[in-house]
């Protein structure tokens, strides 16, 4: 789905749809998502993207590190690494 988005331009579009709140339907909030299952999963760019997303939507952070969890529960220290150095 997102081949046409190159690995520069995925903090680009997920910092935009970030900034679009509330979340307008279900496609918006699936984009989000599987956007920050990349940064989540370990990117180039997710320490930006994190810090922006914390100034931005907390609420929308948060939530994602609690689905990023529930799909893989060997996850929880990638999630403890990024809150602590958003210190969450």
Known sequence: MFSCVN??????????????????NSLHEDL???????????????LLVMT?????????????FIEFYNKDATSISRTLDIAQELKV
């Open 7 to 24: 690995l520069t331009e995925q903090n680009i579009v997920i910092y935009r749809f970030s900034l679009l709140q509330p979340l307008r």
């Open 32 to 46: 989000i998502a599987r956007f920050l299952i990349v940064f989540l999963s370990g990117h180039a760019n997710s």
């Open 52 to 64: 922006k997303l914390w100034q931005i939507a907390p609420d929308l952070l948060l939530t994602s």
